[in-house]
Nanobody, 114 residues
Framework: QVQLVESGGDSVQAGGSLRLSCVAS????????MAWFRQAPGKQRERVGF???????DYVGTVKGRFTVSRDNGKWTLHLQMNNLRPDDTGVYYC????????WGQGTRVTVSS
């Protein structure tokens, strides 16, 4: 069974930066569009950005220009660089395939204070 392990979450002040990582346990990673999702307190999980196997990316409007998704296929690792963080970026961040086909990991918590 595929395992996803997210890391890098922390508590930061507004305007700060964080880099999240997600390691997958399968080389299927190389062939999948991969995405970052977040679940804010009291809200449904939403996809914030994704990267295709070839490297093209797209983002939800609220993070465009601030977040960057990247991947290292050789290390089966997905990254999320988050800059200029805002309090409404607070939540638990998860990675998965774009279509959410793998079991969810434990996520990594990001807290942004004003």
């Amino acid at each position: 069974q595929v395992q996803l392990v997210e890391s890098g979450g922390d508590s930061v002040q507004a305007g700060g930066s964080l880099r999240l990582s997600c390691v997958a346990s399968t080389n299927d990673f190389e062939y999948k569009p991969m995405a970052w999702f977040r679940q804010a307190p009291g809200k449904q999980r939403e996809r914030v950005g994704f990267v295709n196997p070839g490297g093209s990316t797209d983002y939800v409007g609220t993070v465009k220009g601030r977040f960057t998704v990247s991947r290292d296929n050789g290390k089966w690792t997905l990254h999320l660089q988050m800059n200029n963080l805002r309090p409404d970026d607070t939540g638990v961040y998860y990675c998965n395939t774009y279509e959410q086909t793998w079991p969810w990991g434990q996520g990594t918590r990001v807290t942004v204070s004003s």
